[in-house]
């Protein structure tokens, strides 16, 4: 029993731990058999294949009828990705049902910026979603037009709506263009127009009165397209996360989703509260600032590390963008102003939590996800105006100000300390590593090489087998590899000078190029790509603690993902088909029937290289989901859940995890 519970420990705690500290990874799936490889196929097709082959091809005829024209809601299917980012089936937070789901809420949310309606109802269920709200309704003889003419809305106009979430004309029509099913209705005044839709084609639209006492507001309905997304499903955590930004960025904003309420009353002060566990954990007391289209809350906690939820016309940046980095600079000459200091950002700002929003008539986002801001005429006007607002606090709170000061110097101190020991020992190390890091096949470009590098990544694989299959395979231009020769030493729990004790952590840390600060980061990506089995998810689990221990902005600016790769290859004499999941499995083999042949990958060294290639590289435009590299971003939930996560997985309590293990055997274990 104590051989088969250790085993269990091992596959359970791997699953577990990255599920409970909210990170996003890959499917798990249990230990598979590679299938024997195909038959090759008769001499006679090879033959005709080699005729074929030598053929010359007909020459490609472009002329006018080669040119098309395709109207928005088209264009968006055939190209969803420059709308919505990935499509994807639910189980990462950014994947594009949650898109939709969105931009059929920002448009009830603008309605209460703007003074209308204080509630919004949301059912979702069985994949269908209906959103209601009490705003003014949009005008009837318009609701077509707004839900499917791309670049047609009241949100150009400033007049009517000022810093609106949704600004670019095509929010709602993506939702209305990906989804199997759309309907939407307005009520004004007594009076009502429905349209609906199917797959982006106009099905029905009728106008009429309302039944009596109906409030105003607008109705949506939509159901995702299957074909478009798979069989999706709502992660009800995801949800939650969302429309309790919502609530937090809307004081008094009343949310009713499948029956639970979603309500704040003190706006980013609670996400504070609720994102530190309570107030017990402040050093000071929250301070609070609101101006015209500037609004934040901080305060500082132990912590060497800073936490900023940002948020502009209510969307969450979470790449941060000039408003961050203005209002860090901001709160940084703020203190300096008032200590008459020259203190360092990295000691002001360390230990720093804060939520910052901003108002923008015309906001700028570096993607249509609007995960990060461009805006750099922001700049100035946010650093002068955090600049005085913490001035004056300060200049109002001297007890605040003894804490703050306290540790800023504490900052200072373990920084120094930090480096003292670090520097001595990155340069003995680097002694060692100068002419070259052993594991390490490098590429050419890196980040510190501009646009050449802007796509860097760097694979870190377990074992020469799968590196085997990787090199062979991979652009040497922008794509390395890194391999673990087994399990890397659990770092939970020792200081970061440990690292440069550890020969592979150290040449893992080198080749990343942070043994510094992450400003030294070499690649965009850091693709952690182990086998689907018991060995391969601890591996994971090791790499992410050594990740979010000493280098947790890493994870948190979204460098850090999960290598997906096939469990199944089905093919028979003609066709060759790469599946992640059974179910999709099974649907390839009914396709062919009973020529099928199933082979199962449980490592990536049982891909060969001529097989590996595709699974490595991006997706080209035009392809379906199932083609190209499929990569899960590691994404942390909760901030507050990190530690406490971390201290139960990888700490010292084997008797607590074997016991917790024990009670979730039928849960978590295939029998």
């Given at each position: 029993?104590?051989?088969?519970?250790?085993?269990?420990?091992?596959?359970?705690?791997?699953?577990?731990?990255?599920?409970?500290?909210?990170?996003?990874?890959?499917?798990?799936?249990?230990?598979?058999?590679?299938?024997?490889?195909?038959?090759?196929?008769?001499?006679?097709?090879?033959?005709?294949?080699?005729?074929?082959?030598a053929a010359p091809a007909a020459p490609v005829v472009?002329?006018?009828?080669?040119i098309q024209h395709l109207d928005g809601l088209e264009?968006?299917?055939?190209?969803?990705?420059?709308?919505?980012?990935?499509?994807?089936?639910?189980?990462?937070?950014?994947?594009?049902?949650?898109?939709?789901?969105?931009?059929?809420?920002?448009?009830?949310?603008?309605?209460?910026?703007?003074?209308?309606?204080?509630?919004?109802?949301?059912?979702?269920?069985?994949?269908?979603?209906?959103?209601?709200?009490?705003?003014?309704?949009?005008?009837?003889?318009?609701?077509?037009?707004?839900?499917?003419?791309?670049?047609?809305?009241?949100?150009?106009?400033?007049?009517?709506?000022?810093?609106?979430?949704?600004?670019?004309?095509?929010?709602?029509?993506?939702?209305?263009?990906?989804?199997?099913?759309?309907?939407?209705?307005?009520?004004?005044?007594?009076?009502?127009?429905?349209?609906?839709?199917?797959?982006?084609?106009?099905?029905?639209?009728?106008?009429?009165?309302?039944?009596?006492?109906?409030?105003?507001?607008?109705?949506?309905?939509?159901?995702?397209?299957?074909?478009?997304?798979?069989?999706?499903?709502?992660?009800?955590?995801?949800?939650?996360?969302?429309?309790?930004?919502?609530?937090?960025?809307?004081?008094?904003?009343?949310?009713?989703?499948?029956?639970?309420?979603?309500?704040?009353?003190?706006?980013?002060?609670?996400?504070?509260?609720?994102?530190?566990?309570?107030?017990?954990?402040?050093?000071?007391?929250?301070?609070?600032?609101?101006?015209?289209?500037?609004?934040?809350?901080?305060?500082?906690?132990?912590?060497?590390?800073?936490?900023?939820?940002?948020?502009?016309?209510?969307?969450?940046?979470?790449?941060?963008?000039?408003?961050?980095?203005?209002?860090?600079?901001?709160?940084?000459?703020?203190?300096?102003?008032?200590?008459?200091?020259?203190?360092?950002?990295?000691?002001?700002?360390?230990?720093?939590?804060?939520?910052?929003?901003?108002?923008?008539?015309?906001?700028?986002?570096?993607?249509?996800?609007?995960?990060?801001?461009?805006?750099?005429?922001?700049?100035?006007?946010?650093?002068?105006?955090?600049?005085?607002?913490?001035?004056?606090?300060?200049?109002?709170?001297?007890?605040?100000?003894?804490?703050?000061?306290?540790?800023?110097?504490?900052?200072?101190?373990?920084?120094?300390?930090?480096?003292?020991?670090?520097?001595?020992?990155?340069?003995?190390?680097?002694?060692?590593?100068?002419?070259?890091?052993?594991?390490?096949?490098?590429?050419?470009?890196?980040?510190?090489?501009?646009?050449?590098?802007?796509?860097?990544?760097?694979?870190?694989?377990?074992?020469?087998?799968?590196?085997?299959?990787?090199?062979?395979?991979?652009?040497?231009?922008?794509?390395?590899?890194?391999?673990?020769?087994?399990?890397?030493?659990?770092?939970?729990?020792?200081?970061?000078?440990?690292?440069?004790?550890?020969?592979?952590?150290?040449?893992?840390?080198?080749?990343?190029?942070?043994?510094?600060?992450?400003?030294?980061?070499?690649?965009?990506?850091?693709?952690?790509?182990?086998?689907?089995?018991?060995?391969?998810?601890?591996?994971?689990?090791?790499?992410?603690?050594?990740?979010?221990?000493?280098?947790?902005?890493?994870?948190?600016?979204?460098?850090?993902?999960?290598?997906?790769?096939?469990?199944?290859?089905?093919?028979?004499?003609?066709?060759?088909?790469?599946?992640?999941?059974?179910?999709?499995?099974?649907?390839?083999?009914?396709?062919?029937?009973?020529?099928?042949?199933?082979?199962?990958?449980?490592?990536?060294?049982?891909?060969?290289?001529?097989?590996?290639?595709?699974?490595?590289?991006?997706?080209?435009?035009?392809?379906?989901?199932?083609?190209?590299?499929?990569?899960?971003?590691?994404?942390?939930?909760?901030?507050?859940?990190?530690?406490?996560?971390?201290?139960?997985?990888?700490?010292?309590?084997?008797?607590?995890?074997?016991?917790?293990?024990?009670?979730?055997?039928?849960?978590?274990?295939?029998?």
């Amino acid at each position: 029993m104590s051989e088969k519970t250790s085993q269990a420990e091992k596959k359970t705690a791997a699953k577990s731990t990255a599920k409970t500290a909210s990170t996003s990874t890959a499917k798990s799936t249990g230990s598979v058999k590679s299938a024997s490889a195909a038959k090759a196929a008769p001499k006679a097709a090879t033959k005709t294949a080699a005729k074929k082959a030598a053929a010359p091809a007909a020459p490609v005829v472009y002329d006018e009828d080669s040119i098309q024209h395709l109207d928005g809601l088209e264009h968006i299917r055939l190209r969803p990705g420059m709308y919505i980012g990935s499509l994807g089936d639910g189980s990462n937070e950014n994947d594009g049902i949650y898109i939709l789901l969105k931009e059929g809420i920002d448009n009830s949310v603008d309605e209460f910026s703007q003074g209308f309606g204080n509630k919004i109802d949301i059912e979702i269920k069985d994949g269908r979603v209906k959103i209601r709200d009490y705003g003014r309704g949009i005008p009837l003889g318009k609701l077509e037009d707004c839900v499917s003419n791309v670049n047609t809305g009241a949100k150009y106009n400033n007049n009517v709506f000022k810093q609106a979430i949704g600004m670019n004309g095509v929010g709602i029509k993506a939702t209305n263009a990906l989804s199997s099913y759309f309907r939407a209705a307005s009520i004004r005044d007594g009076k009502m127009a429905v349209v609906e839709f199917k797959k982006g084609e106009k099905i029905s639209s009728k106008t009429g009165s309302a039944k009596p006492g109906v409030p105003n507001g607008t109705y949506l309905e939509f159901e995702p397209d299957t074909e478009l997304f798979g069989r999706y499903s709502f992660n009800m955590e995801y949800v939650e996360k969302r429309l309790w930004n919502y609530a937090y960025l809307n004081p008094g904003l009343l949310i009713k989703c499948n029956g639970q309420e979603y309500v704040s009353q003190n706006g980013i002060q609670d996400l504070l509260i609720h994102e530190m566990d309570g107030e017990g954990k402040a050093l000071y007391k929250i301070f609070s600032y609101k101006g015209e289209n500037l609004e934040f809350v901080l305060t500082h906690t132990n912590s060497l590390d800073k936490y900023i939820y940002s948020f502009v016309n209510g969307q969450s940046t979470e790449d941060g963008g000039t408003h961050v980095t203005s209002f860090l600079d901001g709160v940084t000459k703020g203190v300096n102003s008032f200590f008459k200091k020259e203190y360092d950002e990295k000691d002001v700002c360390g230990g720093l939590i804060c939520a910052l929003k901003i108002g923008l008539d015309n906001p700028m986002f570096t993607s249509q996800t609007k995960n990060k801001l461009g805006n750099v005429e922001i700049r100035a006007p946010i650093i002068k105006e955090v600049q005085a607002a913490v001035d004056d606090w300060l200049r109002h709170n001297p007890d605040v100000a003894g804490s703050l000061e306290d540790k800023i110097i504490k900052n200072q101190k373990a920084r120094n300390e930090i480096n003292s020991v670090t520097e001595k020992q990155i340069r003995e190390a680097e002694k060692s590593v100068m002419l070259k890091i052993q594991k390490l096949k490098d590429c050419r470009y890196h980040l510190q090489d501009g646009p050449k590098g802007a796509n860097s990544m760097i694979f870190i694989t377990e074992g020469d087998s799968a590196t085997g299959s990787m090199v062979g395979s991979r652009d040497v231009s922008y794509q390395a590899i890194f391999s673990l020769r087994g399990k890397p030493e659990n770092m939970y729990g020792r200081k970061k000078s440990a690292l440069f004790e550890n020969e592979e952590l150290k040449n893992l840390t080198f080749s990343l190029g942070v043994q510094k600060d992450i400003e030294g980061l070499r690649y965009d990506k850091i693709i952690i790509a182990t086998d689907a089995d018991n060995d391969g998810f601890h591996i994971r689990n090791l790499v992410l603690t050594y990740l979010l221990l000493f280098f947790e902005e890493l994870v948190l600016t979204g460098h850090v993902y999960i290598l997906e790769t096939p469990l199944f290859r089905v093919r028979n004499k003609t066709k060759t088909v790469y599946c992640y999941s059974e179910e999709s499995r099974d649907k390839e083999v009914a396709k062919m029937g009973k020529s099928a042949e199933v082979t199962r990958f449980k490592g990536l060294g049982e891909i060969n290289p001529s097989e590996f290639g595709q699974f490595i590289f991006p997706r080209k435009e035009g392809e379906s989901e199932d083609k190209g590299m499929h990569l899960t971003p590691v994404t942390i939930q909760t901030l507050k859940n990190v530690p406490q996560v971390l201290q139960f997985y990888m700490g010292k309590n084997t008797p607590e995890r074997r016991d917790f293990i024990v009670h979730h055997l039928a849960a978590e274990i295939d029998a």
